[in-house]
Each structure stands twice: as structure tokens, then as C-alpha cells.
């Protein structure tokens, strides 16, 4: 964009030095036509080493030196007389070839033009537009009174009402262009400042809702804590009652004390998530990593889930399991990612099967397949089940219980911790198949602060 006083030096430096790159590219790509195209129609090349030292003094002398970009004020005026020079040694390029055509003549020249109302103030450019101009008609005008070599051809048979006439008319396209990109250049300007001044409020606002998130789920958290206790004893006198009761229990008793045990059971498992997640958001759970061999550790897993596999009269099975496959992780938290997920799996499925593949990536890491022969999952709500309380009732369950809604955006955040990735592919009505793939070795988390983030509107 355009240069102000408030653009930062460095910043003009950059527009320098592109300007300086583009010079080298036209250069290398213009003299090698004009070399080609001479020799092609035959024309006589004069004066190609002065051409030559004109070139020199752009390449070498015109070069954008840091020392002159301290400020934004000094960078203004290198930037600007870096253009200048160009301007100049242009001219001088063009007037050293000699008898160029016109339509080079004038390309130059709009050209160095657009380049200054595109990126200078209106009123620079404004002068660099007389200095053109002036260049032009000087050249043209002591050509023809054989002051200097001729530098440009207007054409054959013209008489010099015919050539002011044509000067004059150039002239006007100079300052045209110079106008019309300048108001162009200032439009977009304005937009880019109001695009910069839309995003400021977007981040502002962003902030503020990452407070108010960290807020509520430091509240939840707290809450939580505060429920498990009384939580526990419920549970746990509930259970004793139903054990061991002081007198004979009634059926409708028992029926009723039953009710209350899974109510809390459930209630706990909520809270427990609800901890997890926001120990996991508010970045206080770290890994503790280990060299695991994920063969072992989905042994374990499946144990665990064999009676109740075997209860709904599902298949279980680990299909493929690579030989020594260890990777460094944290065996706690992928022990709880594979939980969930092969308890979700058995939770859907009534009939059919539930199957664990274990491959090895390229990389050397690792990928964890759960898929299963249950209901499936509509493709628009693969990506909300991810999502923290995106309750249950999505996947039609018969009978499975209540679940808290919380479990894979808990597989997700600790997956995502080991650099790795979570996903779901997945048809209604013909099962689904979950995804983890983790990296050989995660990557080393960014320092980040604990702290809950500072308050937005005391900054407002
Ligand atoms: P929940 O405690 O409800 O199981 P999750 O976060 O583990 O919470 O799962 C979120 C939702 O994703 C579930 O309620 C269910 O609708 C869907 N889902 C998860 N696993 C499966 C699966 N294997 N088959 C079908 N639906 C599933």
C-alpha cells in the first residue's frame, strides 16, 4: 500500500527493495530482447556500453542501503529518491539507445508513473508527472533541433504543429495516470484501514469470549469439586443400603435405591469429564511420556470390555497388530482415548461387531482403527461429536445408557496433546470406524501461561 507518515521504516525498506528486485528482473529480461530483436531486424545497436554503465549505476549505485531507512521520514526520502534515480536513469537508457519507437518511449515512462501513484503520496506523484513530462518534451524537442542525438521517432512526415500536438496529448496521459491511480491507490487504502480496523474489533471480541469461556469453565470446574463430595456420599450410602441393609429391603425399595446409585454413578462420570476437559482447556494437564508398545496396551483395553462385550453377545477382537510397535506417549491418557472409544463402539452396537486395528505410519508412529457394526454416524454430525456437550441422542440409541457427551471431545483434546488426530468415517446404518493416528515422538509443547487470560474490558 501506499506510503504514509505513519508507515514504519522497515516497512518501506521492503517496498525499496522489491523495487529493486523488479528493476534487476526487467533489466535482465530487456536487454536481451532489445539485443534479440536488433540483430532479428537487422537494426544497428550504438552505444551498448554506455547503456551498459547506465545499468551499473541502477544495479550498483541505486541499490536500496539500509542506512538510509533509520525512520520512517529518512525512508520516505531514500524511497523517493531512489524513484527519482530510476526516473533518471531511464531517460538516460532510452536517449543512449537512441531513436527508440515511441511506444517504448512512453511505456517507460507510464510505468515509472504508476509505480510512484501507487505508492507515494498524491502530491509527489503529482511532480514525478512534471518531471516526466519535462524529460519527455526536453528530449524530443532538443532531438529535433540537433542540440542532442535523437531519441525518439514520432513518425515519418510530421510537421511540428503534428509533433506538439502529439507531445501535448502524452503529456495529458501522464497526469491522467497519475491522478487516477492516485484516487484508486487512496480508495483502497481506505478500505484496507477499515478491513484492518474490522479486524481489530474481531480479535477484541474474540478475547472477550475466550474470557468468558475460561470463566465459565474455571466456574464449572469449581462447582464440580464441590459436588463430587456430597456426590460421593450418595453413592456410596446408597450402595451400602443396597449391600447391606439394616432390615429386609422391599422390592420397590430396592427398585428405588438402584435408581439413586446409577443416577449418581452417572452424575460422577459427568463431573469427572467436566474436570477432565477443563484441566485439559485451561492447559494444566501435561503428558507424562513414556516408550509404550500399543500392542500390550490394546490387550489391556480389550480385557476390559470382554464381559460386556460378551454380555450383548458382540465379537471383540484385535485384527491387526503389528510387531513392535512402540512409539513415546503418555500411556494414561491414550489408555482413556481408547476406553472411550471402544466403549462407545460396544454402547451403539446390538449386533455384530467391535474390532481394533493397529498400523504402522511411515513416519514410524501410529494408527489406531475402532470400528465397529453399529448404527453409524450422519455425516453432519461427524464433526459435532467432537465437540464438547454435543449430548448424546445424535447416534439413536437403544438402551445404551446415558453418556455425558463429553468423552470424544476429551479422545480429541488428548490426542491433539500428542500431536496427533482424531477422526470418524462413517455411513448411517453401516457401523463406524474411529481414527487416531499419533507421531513417533510428540512434538514439544509452545510455552504457554497457565493463567486464565487477562480480562479484555479492562483494556477497552
Ligand atoms: P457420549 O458420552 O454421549 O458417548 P461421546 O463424546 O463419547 O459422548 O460421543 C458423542 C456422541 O457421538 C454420542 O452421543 C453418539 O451420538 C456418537 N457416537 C460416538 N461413538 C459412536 C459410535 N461408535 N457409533 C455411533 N455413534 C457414536
Redesign the pocket.
Known sequence: MRITEKTPAEEIYKKAYHLYQFRILTILFLIPLYVLTCKWGNFTIENLWSLYGVIAVELFVNRPYKVFFRDSRSGTQALIGSVGIDFLAETAALHLLGNVDLFIFTSCFFISIVYCALNLPTILTLQMATLASALYAGLIVLGRFHIIPNTVSLGPDLNQVQETAIIFRHIAFFYLIAIFISFLSSALMKKDERLEELLRELRRTSDKVKYAYHIQTDYFARMSHEIRAPLNSILGFSQLLLENPTEPLTEKQKDFLSRVERSAKHLRELIN?VLDLSKIESKKASLELHEIELVKIIHTAIEVFNEEALTKRLLLGFTKKPLNLRIMADELKIRQVLY??I???I???HQGFVSIALEKETDGGARIM?E?S????ASQ?QAA??QPY??????I?KGGG??????????KKLVEMHGGKIW?E?EPGR??R?IVTLPPVPPTPKPEGNALPADPAATD
Open positions: 469429564d472411550n472409544l466403549s462407545n463402539s454402547k451403539f452396537t475402532v465397529d453399529g448404527p453409524g454416524i454430525d461429536i467432537f454435543e449430548v448424546t441422542g445424535r447416534t440409541d446415558k453418556g455425558t457427551g463429553l468423552g470424544l471431545a476429551i479422545s470418524v462413517s457401523g463406524a474411529f
